[in-house]
């Protein structure tokens, strides 16, 4: 009896095929060759390839850029809103973060100052300090001048322009920042407060306070820096210069 061969038998393996060498629960998979066909791919898993190494430039440090050129201009800004736009500058600079292009108070605020000065008052004969603008409807601000800072202080409320001519910003002189701050050279450690005297030399007054009070006469001197008014009175059909303080008298 004849056995059958396997000669046609298209079914038999073939054992010069690569996948007779497979193990049996091995899975094929079907891999696109650059040529559009197929191919069974390796059972082996093929090593990742490195990536692309990137190349990147160093970001420039902030300590190579130039130091700021800080110089001192003047503002016009609203009359007796003085205080409340030098806090609103204050403010702007810092949510924008231009700090660095401002100069900066011993407090780490942005420097943005109203020029005061102190001054010695009498009121109901009592005597007190305080402080007047001695430019009113005008604030420093010691500053970089460039586009950003431009149109952060141009555009807070309150404030006008930059003192300049042909709307070009000026820069103040050593000198003008030293009157405006009142920061002179002082030859004692603390300067004393002016006075503010409502008379002039010729005027005629009326003695309120004191023991000449109700007398009359007229003003020969100032003197400002103690407070005092030399007053030539008619005493015993005399004229006698009396120095008197500067809240003891009024002008008739």
């Known amino acids: 009896m004849s056995h059958p061969t396997h000669e046609n038998d298209e079914s038999a393996p073939d054992p010069d095929s690569p996948k007779a060498s497979l193990p049996a629960d091995a899975i094929e998979v079907d891999e696109e060759t650059p040529d559009g066909g197929t191919a069974a791919a390796s059972p082996r898993a093929s090593s990742p390839e490195p990536p692309d190494e990137v190349d990147e430039e160093p970001a420039a440090a902030d300590d190579d850029d130039p130091p700021p050129d800080l110089v001192w201009y003047v503002l016009k800004v609203q009359s007796s809103r003085e205080d ?14 231009l700090e660095r292009y401002f100069g900066v108070t011993p407090e780490g605020k942005p420097r943005v100052v109203v020029p005061t000065e102190k001054i010695t008052e009498i009121r109901n004969n009592k005597k007190r300090i305080v402080e007047r603008k001695t430019y009113p409807g005008y604030i420093m601000v010691q500053m970089e001048l460039n586009e950003k800072t431009w149109f952060l202080v141009r555009e807070t409320p309150g404030v006008g322009d930059f ?32 006075y503010r005297i409502d008379v002039d030399r010729g005027d005629r007054v009326k003695i309120k306070d004191g023991p000449f009070e109700n007398f009359e006469g007229t003003v020969e001197e100032v003197i400002e820096g103690r407070g005092l008014v030399k007053v030539m009175l008619i005493i015993f059909n005399r004229p006698t210069p009396v120095d008197l303080e500067h809240w003891q008298l009024e002008r008739i």
Not at 166 to 171: D, L
């Open 84 to 97: 409340s736009i030098s806090e609103a500058l204050q403010r702007r600079v810092r949510i924008q973060g």
């Open 163 to 194: 003192v300049g001519a042909h709307g070009t910003p000026t820069k103040m002189t050593e000198a003008e920042v030293n009157q405006m701050l009142n920061q002179q050279e002082e030859q004692t450690t603390a300067k004393s407060p002016s």
